[in-house]
């Protein structure tokens, strides 16, 4: 297009302009090759170049780079320049710099080098920075040499080289406000939560200078993003939405904030997918895509929201089949663009290839995977890349022509990820204050596919080599780590205790698509695929429904609701246990379950079977930690049976929440246990062996002064709390509140109390908390009393009311003290309420669950007899001795000879 403009050159005119320059440039170029030049002549040349640079398109510009890659090179990095005096090396270098400025906007962000080229783009750049003696710059080419390592994989080598130009450049506020943000990022992505804060708050005290409110900004947003990987999404969005209040307060007042606002909407897709919230990215993506000026300033980022919109968009497919072509569009859109990130690419590519599996098209998904492999070299994965590629291997293989082939390849693949995903956690530190482990997820995956391909291969003895790698998985937690557990070489070494004629294991190892059910029992073992939670969410919500349902005055409503229950918890039954698992089912009595998390709020115990009785009225149902923990639970719950000890049970009763806890947890109301109650509750016991502490006098201090003694049983009856303030100990117990204490006894504080054989805690949600990723029941109360010594737990996953609280209880001291173990205790006054209340039995309940030990009685026979029964049983011996000589003296009577008469 001829420019109309008559105060511009003609581009004929500019063409040949640009033409001179350059063939001056190279005239340069080889003369600078041939002998040092002059300062004056080579600041002028690297001007000169740098005008030249401005002039050319992006293709045009790396042709060039070539060869001012290379004077650069022997400038800046071999020393050509380090005869010139101090300033005129500064000069040097601030011209270096300023075209590489020009060279990267239009060769490196662009796309155009390949990863080896960028890493010496940066070296020179860090050169040329540090001839020009600017700390900012130093800094920033640190910055973005570190970035390089994260994306190829090497996050411990970018974590160094940032803390490394922290300290070198202290003078650099600026840049330092975002080597401390990237900083944080690199050690959240290690699992290093606490690092990461503390990078953040070296940060705050950089917001108000220079840069000041973009970081304010950013602060907001990062922390979201550790919240999120700490499993918090609801904390995290309160910083997610202070963010973006920010961004759009100050936009208004006309600051450019497109980078942090841009990183506010990635963690508002990233929040949304976190917590299952699909529908919600759709309304975020378009808030941002309507400002096109935030899409042409950050379009890396733009790719980055693209393609977390594509993978909201594919988990949603079986639900809206529509969006199954949009998604597969934003993915090739990714795919072709310059600007997108190769973990975007890479994302994408798994993406289209899960896509083709879905849709049988073989083919298409071998290619998919072909190109996948080679979009990213083996040394330059992630961990995570590496474990997504080896499934996606194993399910392309699975649905080959001929799988057979390749199928121990496969395995010995997989098998060895695996080995190398157990070596990097068994070196990991696990502290209360963290979530849990890296890459549980794609440990699923991976645990997924070593099912589906073991047993391909092997059939039985396939599928018991992959529990072995579940039994490791379900192992590494705090939980295990107390009790010092020892994990058999063999899966069937662990598990041959735990089963008999009468008792059966149920696991549920946890898979990325699908959820795996194995059955294992003296007979053998069974294994069947499932659909994944995800696809039971609507059922089991409406079951749930009609399962703790209000009373209603009309008996057609109550009819007709309870039949809708019957059916739903016959249809859930059948899916989450198929026909060859009920077969095994039939001949248990006694149900051990592994694998809570699948069930989440799906209370097993109210499932119907084969007949129409519910599964926690005909067998005794409790739930392991783990397979290898088991044993472990039961040697120490035959422990306790053996020792002699002194108190029989301790009653903890009364809540009276103070202020604080108000604050978070409102509705509570005040608890006082009546001395009626308590003495009802004691009343299975000798009297000289019980102990109560009730009401005001049931503080934190005076439970730790009992902190040495032992008891079989201990209750708490009262009311529990959640605070998601607290991300390593959510949950807690309330007690009376002191002047040094809150009148919350948190889960890590239960190692203070008195040791137990069997802990009740009968209060409103005890058994609810959120489950650790790779550390079961650890951020619950479960967790906290197995790991304090204690071999069996009783929790409720609901509320409960407090006179069913105390008909329950009273019950279960009574079948424990005549001899019964938890779980058939449970299992007797499950099948009592249900007699009694009907229907309302599961709501009264409140799905009360023994965890643990379930199957071993608390007490040892010569202490199970109560003194009531003592009392009735003298009575009953003189009675017998009292009837004994009534009858003897009768007799006597009867068969006295008669006196004779005299004469007679």
């Known amino acids: 297009m001829i420019s109309t403009d008559p105060t511009r050159p003609s581009c004929r005119i500019r063409v040949l ?12 170029t080889s003369a600078a090759k041939q002998e040092s030049l002059e300062p004056s002549t080579a600041v002028e040349q690297l001007i000169q170049w740098s005008a030249i640079a401005e002039t050319l398109a992006p293709d045009d510009c790396l042709d060039h780079w070539i060869d001012w890659e290379t004077h650069l090179q022997e400038g800046l990095i071999e020393g050509a320049w380090s005869e010139h005096s101090p300033a005129d090396q500064r000069e040097l270098g601030q011209q270096a710099y300023h075209l590489l400025k020009v060279v990267d906007r239009l060769v490196v962000r662009s796309g155009q080098l390949d990863t080896e080229e960028q890493f010496t783009f940066q070296e020179i750049a860090i050169s040329a920075a540090r001839t020009a003696e600017n ?61 990461a804060l503390a990078a953040l708050d070296s940060c705050e005290q950089y917001k108000h200078q220079g840069t000041g409110p973009r970081v304010a900004l950013s602060l907001p947003a990062q922390r979201a993003g550790i919240l999120l990987k700490q499993g918090l999404p609801d904390k995290a969005r309160e910083f997610i939405d202070k963010s973006l209040q920010l961004a759009s307060r100050l936009r208004s007042e006309g600051l450019d904030a497109s980078t942090v606002v841009v990183t506010a909407y990635l963690r508002n897709v990233e929040h949304a997918l976190a917590v299952g919230q699909f529908r919600a990215v759709d309304k975020i993506v378009e808030e941002y895509l309507a400002d096109r000026r935030l899409f042409r300033a950050e379009p890396r980022a733009a790719m980055t929201l693209r393609t977390l919109l594509a993978t909201a968009w594919m988990a949603r497919v079986e639900e809206e089949p529509s969006l199954r072509e949009r998604g597969v569009r934003q993915c090739q859109d990714v795919l072709a663009s310059p600007n997108s990130y190769a973990a975007d690419r890479w994302k994408c590519y798994v993406l289209l290839t899960d896509d083709a599996l879905s849709q049988g098209d073989w083919e298409e998904a071998s290619q998919h995977l072909e190109t996948l492999e080679t979009s990213i070299p083996e040394s330059s994965r992630t961990l995570a890349q590496k474990l997504e590629a080896d499934c996606l291997a194993a399910r392309v293989t699975l649905e080959s022509p001929a799988p057979v082939a390749q199928l121990p390849v496969i395995e010995a693949r997989l098998e060895d990820r695996m080995d190398e995903l157990w070596s990097s956690w068994n070196a990991a530190r696990l502290s209360q204050e963290e979530v849990g482990f890296l890459l549980y997820r794609e440990a699923r995956a991976l645990v997924s596919q070593l099912f589906r391909v073991s047993k391909a291969r092997s059939g039985d003895e396939g599928v018991w080599r992959a529990l072995q790698h579940l039994l490791r998985i379900d192992s590494l937690g705090s939980v295990f780590a107390e009790l010092q557990a020892v994990i058999p070489q063999e899966p069937r070494d662990a598990i041959a205790s735990l089963v008999d004629q009468k008792r059966g294991l149920l696991m549920f ?11 294992v029992d003296d007979r053998g073992i069974a294994h069947e695929e499932l659909e994944s939670y995800r696809a039971l969410r609507d059922l089991t919500g409406a079951y749930l429904q009609c399962l703790f349902r209000p009373a209603t005055d009309s008996n057609r409503h109550q009819a007709a609701t309870e039949d809708r229950e019957r059916q739903l918890a016959r249809e859930i039954g059948q899916r989450v246990l198929p026909a060859t698992i009920q077969e095994k089912l039939k001949s248990w009595s006694h149900v051990q379950v592994v694998g809570t998390g699948f069930f989440h ?15 926690g009225l005909t067998r005794s149902v409790h739930y392991l930690p783990s397979a290898t923990l088991a044993p472990r639970l039961d040697e ?58 009730l009401n005001e006098s049931a503080t934190e201090p005076a439970l730790q002064a009992m902190e040495g003694s032992a008891t079989r049983v201990l209750q708490f009856l009262g009311h529990s709390v959640w605070d998601g303030n607290r991300p390593g100990a959510p949950l807690g117990l309330v007690l009376a509140p002191t002047d040094q204490t809150d009148g919350v006894l948190w889960a890590p504080e239960i190692a203070t109390l008195p040791q137990a054989s069997f802990a009740m805690l009968t209060s409103c949600r005890s058994g609810s908390g959120r489950e650790r990723r790779g550390d079961h029941h650890a951020a619950d109360l479960a967790g906290a009393w197995l790991a304090k010594g204690t071999p069996t737990v009783l929790v409720t996953k609901a509320d409960l009311r407090y006179d069913v609280a105390v008909e329950l209880s009273q019950s279960l001291h009574e079948s424990l003290r005549a001899g019964l173990p938890p779980a058939i205790a449970l299992q007797d006054v499950r099948r009592d309420f249900w ?65 004779t008469p005299p004469g007679s």
């Open 17 to 28: 302009w640009a033409t001179f320059l350059i063939a001056g440039g190279f005239v340069q």
């Open 135 to 195: 700390e900012e710059w130093v800094l920033y080419r640190f910055f973005r040499l570190a970035r390089l390592h994260q994306e190829s994989g090497d996050l411990e080598h970018a974590i160094r080289l940032l803390e490394d130009a922290i300290n070198a450049c202290p003078a650099a506020p600026n840049t330092l406000a975002l080597a401390f943000l990237t900083l944080a990022e690199f050690r959240a992505q290690c699992g290093q939560y606490q690092e």
């Open 509 to 519: 190892p946890p898979g990325d698509r699908v959820t795996h059910v194995v059955a």
């Open 601 to 615: 709020s799906i209370p097993l115990e109210w499932l119907i079977l084969e007949d129409d009785s519910r599964v």
């Open 636 to 693: 120490r719950a035959r422990d306790w049976r053996h020792q002699d000890v002194d108190r029989h049970c301790l009653l903890i009763g009364g809540s009276r929440p103070s202020s604080q806890i108000l604050s978070f947890a409102t509705g509570l109301r005040q608890l006082s246990i009546e001395k009626p109650t308590a003495d009802n509750l004691l009343g299975s016991y000798p009297s000289d062996r019980i102990a109560a502490i």
């Open 835 to 899: 007699n009694k209340y009907g229907g309302q039995a599961p709501l009264l309940l409140g799905m009360v669950r023994i965890v643990g030990a379930g199957l071993e009685p608390v007490f040892p026979l010569h202490e199970r007899s109560s003194p009531n029964t003592n009392q009735a049983w003298w009575l009953l011996v003189f009675a017998g001795f009292l009837t004994m000589a009534f009858v003897w003296t009768k007799r006597g009577k009867l068969t006295k000879p008669k006196a």
